[in-house]
Every structure is written in C-alpha cells, then in structure tokens.
T-cell receptor, first 112, second 113 residues
Framework: GQNIDQPTEMTATEGAIVQINCTYQTSGFNGLFWYQQHAGEAPTFLSYNVLDGLEEKGRFSSFLSRSKGYSYLLLKELQMKDSASYLCAVREATGGSYIPTFGRGTSLIVHP | DSGVTQTPKHLITATGQRVTLRCSPRSGDLSVYWYQQSLDQGLQFLIQYYNGEERAKGNILERFSAQQFPDLHSELNLSSLELGDSALYFC????????????FGSGTRLTVV
C-alpha cells in the first residue's frame, strides 16, 4: 500500500505561479502522474515522471525526487480555467500488475 | 472525446437494486481500470482487466463484480445497492509500454435513493 499526501486547497492569482506538492510512501515505485480534474468531469493527464528531475510541458512542469518521495506540479501564467482539482497518482506493483493510486487531490482556486 | 466511452452518464436507482455500468476502452487499449470517486474518498481503484482477464483487485466490495468481454468492453455490476454507493464511477484504459498515462472516460454518476 501507499500513502499520498497533497494539500487540500490552494488559491492563487491569475498570471501568477503556483506549486502543488505531493509526498508519497511506496514499496515499489513505478512512476508518478499528475492529472487535472474539473468538477464532475473526467481526470485528464498532465504529466508523468519516472526518473528524478524536471519535466516541462508548456505552462506545466512536474518534478520528482524518488529518494525523498516527493513531487511537485508547477503551473505558470495561471489562467482562470486552471481552477480545478489536481491529482497526484503513484503507480506501484499490485499483484502482478501496475496500478496508479491517487491522492485526494488539491483544489486550486484561481482568482482575478 | 477521450476515446473511452462510458454509459450511462447518469443513473438513479433505489437501495437494494442492481445496476450495470459499461465501458468501451480506447481503440487498441487492452487494459481497463475501474475507479470509484466519492466526495470524501477521492478516486479509489476497484479492479483491472487486461485482455479479458482479471489482473488486479483493489477496494472492491463483494457486492460488486466486473468482466471484460472479447471485444474488450467491460461491465461493472453493482448489486444490493446502498446509499453509500452513490458516487462517480470512472473507467480508464491504457496502452502497454506507452507511458503517457491512463485515459479516463467521462464517468457514470450513480445516485442511490
């Protein structure tokens, strides 16, 4: 099993930068994902990290440190449409398969 | 459109009843994962099927069962429904060896009254 922690809620201003942290404990790490989910909608894939370091994708970047069990999602030039829940998911081996386990999500509120 | 199709979008039913949720994975994906999302629990993994075979089980109740058919669509059966089963049920599919993530369907919102 694993324990995934991320803040429940964050607020930020349009145009600013926000960093959402995720810490985890797992016995068989096999990758970390970030998803965006608007209320009542499907989670959509943002990023994937399996090696230490920073992955950059436009306004979104994700960082991983496996030794520290730590990741963050960095959102730049925030827009109102970025108001959503951000889910950190850690994949580990489960009975012969690899299953992503999700944290409870961080609700990001972007205000003007 | 993510390519993963779930039906129905909404379902309202009474306690004690049985329902079936359906999922068609993205073309070419062999794996289907079922998740339950309630307000207080977040996304909880239920079960995974790969090419018709059960591969992994999570926090799935004995009242719930699933299967994957030869055409790779999957069904999640929920029986003896309780009020606490009200939730969003998502399925996701993935392509082996391609780590751009798991693609989710739009979900089925189940309300048990």
């Amino acid at each position: 099993g694993q324990n995934i922690d991320q803040p429940t809620e964050m607020t930020a201003t349009e145009g600013a930068i926000v960093q959402i942290n995720c810490t985890y404990q797992t016995s068989g790490f096999n990758g970390l994902f970030w998803y965006q989910q608007h209320a009542g909608e499907a989670p959509t894939f943002l990023s994937y990290n399996v090696l230490d370091g920073l992955e950059e994708k436009g306004r979104f970047s994700s960082f991983l440190s496996r030794s520290k069990g730590y990741s963050y999602l960095l959102l730049k030039e925030l827009q109102m449409k970025d108001s959503a829940s951000y889910l950190c998911a850690v994949r580990e081996a489960t009975g012969g398969s690899y299953i992503p386990t999700f944290g409870r999500g961080t609700s990001l509120i972007v205000h003007p | 459109d993510s390519g993963v199709t779930q039906t129905p979008k909404h379902l309202i039913t009474a306690t004690g009843q049985r329902v079936t949720l359906r999922c068609s994975p993205r073309s070419g994906d062999l794996s289907v994962y079922w998740y339950q999302q309630s307000l207080d629990q977040g996304l909880q993994f239920l079960i995974q099927y790969y090419n018709g075979e059960e591969r992994a089980k999570g926090n799935i109740l004995e009242r719930f069962s699933a299967q994957q058919f030869p055409d790779l669509h999957s069904e999640l059966n929920l029986s003896s429904l309780e009020l606490g089963d009200s939730a969003l049920y998502f399925c996701a599919s993935s392509t082996p060896g391609v780590d751009y993530g798991y693609t989710f369907g739009s979900g089925t919102r189940l309300t048990v009254v």
